[in-house]
């Protein structure tokens, strides 16, 4: 069975500063894989996603990820971060075919604040 | 265009009770998801309706879940009776293609109903 992890619940960095966070996956084969952020009062919204090809994905609002095979790894980046970063992010994936293969599985989510 | 609705926002009832959840897909959208945060826990599949077919209701709880699509337009899960590990923001995502916009992979969610169960 598919799983994700999150192992960062709350992670707190100061505005201009940069970003990583974790993503870790496990299936037999290379998912799909996404990123979705929940600002406060707002539904999941899709910052990238990574389906083949070049493993640096350029994504909405300055964030990159980068899938590295050998860590099994999707972690999400940012050079700057601002005020109106601060919500929690959501790593995912799905199978690439198969039974359930519309199915999402995600992490449990990492909570990010911004000091000013 | 309008994008996913969901309501209500926020909805708190006795346990024992019945509540109904409602979803308003983006139109045009045959793909309609449910998916269910408990506190403190992942986000997980709870079903996946094609037009107004149930396609998927693996991850459906227990019996005590009732989702319907009637017309195949928006879509409602109501819980009967309520028990206190409802508990949790129930979110509704739509996507127009098979099987999750296999082209695009993405799936757009509303912002959530939370239902408080005391």
């Known amino acids: 069975a598919q799983s994700v992890t999150q192992p960062d619940i709350h992670i707190t960095v100061s505005e201009g500063a940069s970003l990583e966070l974790r993503c870790n996956y496990s299936y037999g084969a290379t998912p799909y894989l996404f990123w979705y952020v929940q600002s406060p009062g707002q539904g999941l919204q899709l910052l990238l996603k990574y389906f083949s090809g070049d493993t640096l994905v350029q994504g909405i609002k300055g964030f990159e990820a980068e899938f590295k095979r050998s860590q099994s790894s999707f972690n999400l980046r940012k050079p700057s971060v601002h005020w109106s970063d601060a919500a929690e992010y959501f790593c995912a994936s799905r199978p690439y075919s198969g039974a359930g293969s519309y199915q999402l599985t995600f992490g449990k989510g990492t909570k990010l604040s911004v000091i000013p | 265009e309008a994008g996913v609705t969901q309501f209500p926002s926020h909805s708190v009832i006795e346990k024992g009770q019945t509540v109904t959840l409602r979803c308003d897909p983006i139109?045009?959208?045959?793909?309609l998801y449910w998916y269910r945060r408990v506190m403190g826990k992942e986000i997980k599949f709870l079903l996946h309706?094609?037009?107004?077919?149930?396609?998927?209701e693996s991850g459906m709880p227990n019996n005590r879940f009732l989702a319907e699509r009637t017309g195949g337009t928006y879509s409602t899960l109501k819980v009967q009776p309520a028990e206190l590990e409802d508990s949790g923001v129930y979110f509704c995502a739509s996507s127009q293609d098979v099987r999750g916009s296999m082209g695009t992979g993405e799936l757009f969610f509303g912002e959530g109903s939370r239902l408080t169960v005391l």
């Open positions: 139109s045009g959208h045959d793909n």
């Open positions: 309706f094609v037009k107004e077919s149930k396609q998927d």
